[in-house]
């Protein structure tokens, strides 16, 4: 059995260290705050400016993006990977470097590992990108801590015009999509060629007072003859919303020209947003275990240090009243 010291310094050091995690968990409690605020914000613009676009390409055959459509040939593919500069945030980390393992596995047979081009986005995921034996393409940490609208407008870009020229045939992004403090889903989202498939947002097509349309809005009204045109709803499509057909000024290759690149850099920020996000809600979670793992111990401790002290204290007494008697 440990000693009275070696109980109290242990005690001691429990509490300097609880006193650590509390102070780390009111930190990252803080930049959370900071940090949701700028996805709430962000994330009802750059959900509606992707329907819009994504139901724009969907009402215009006639008109495309270099953008929208995949390459006949995959030859190179990109990834942006975001994660974190720092540690002590649960498995955030551990989570999207794993996903990360897993994709390229899938395209190391595919194009070859020559041929995978990874961004990383964090301390955490360049190192390990190296430890693997890619170059990373650029060394993108301080974005991890400080999200930067104009460094990531800058990354798009690039991403867009390498597209544009063929030198990349696809783009991914991996990254934790923030829902609640609680809840962060790791997410594997495809960034170029622009998947316009509207069926897989999170908007109620059943709603009339809507402006946007569905995909099977959008079907229907090419199967009954296109745009404007009044049709009788089938059954199947009560309550669907028609309504498809846009009024463009100035015209449609300026607001293709504009639209679509301002949409790539809200996607790229937005993910950005949510990595930065999960992130201190993550290391909040993890700081907060931490510390009632530090009560737990220390009610232990002191539990034991009571106990050993009652039995020294017995002790002296049975000494004591053993010398009385001799």
């Known amino acids: 059995m440990p000693s009275l010291k070696e109980i109290k310094t242990r005690i001691a050091s429990v509490n300097s260290t609880r006193k650590i995690t509390s102070a780390m968990k009111m930190v990252a409690s803080s930049k959370l705050h900071h940090a949701q605020t700028m996805i709430e914000n962000m994330m009802p613009y750059e959900t509606a400016l992707d329907h819009i676009l994504k139901s724009f390409l969907s009402s215009y055959d006639d008109q495309e ?61 360049y190192d390990k990108v190296k430890k693997l034996g890619f170059t990373p393409q650029g060394d993108f940490s301080t974005l991890a801590d400080k999200p930067n609208a104009s460094e990531c407008r800058t990354l798009a870009t690039d991403l867009r015009h390498a597209f544009a020229a063929h030198e990349i045939d696809r783009v991914e992004l991996l990254y934790h999509h923030f829902r609640s403090a609680a809840s962060h889903i790791v997410t594997r989202e495809q960034y170029l060629p622009i998947d316009v498939s509207l069926d897989k947002l999170n908007v109620n097509d059943r709603d009339l007072t809507r402006i946007d349309a569905s995909q099977a809005s959008l079907d229907y009204l090419k199967e009954k003859g296109g745009h404007g045109e009044s049709v009788d709803v089938h059954a199947d499509y009560v309550g669907v919303n028609l309504r498809s057909d846009f009024i463009v000024e100035p015209d449609v290759e300026t607001v293709m020209r504009e639209l679509v690149p301002k949409e790539l850099n809200l996607k790229m920020y937005t993910a950005l947003l949510d990595s930065n996000a999960c992130e201190h809600a993550a290391r909040m979670i993890a700081m907060q275990t931490a510390t009632d793992n530090a009560d737990e111990l220390l009610r232990e401790l002191n539990l034991q240090y009571n106990k050993s002290r009652q039995q020294a204290i017995t002790s002296e007494l049975l000494d004591i009243v053993a010398g009385s008697q001799q």
Do not use: M, W
């Open 65 to 125: 993006s270099p953008y929208q459509h995949p390459h006949k040939q995959l030859k190179k593919v990109a990834l942006v990977v975001f994660t974190s500069n720092s540690s002590l945030c649960g498995g955030f980390n551990a989570n999207i470097i794993r996903l990360l393992l897993k994709v390229i596995d899938e395209y190391t047979e595919k194009v070859g590992k020559e041929n995978i081009l990874i961004y990383p986005i964090g301390r955490k995921v």
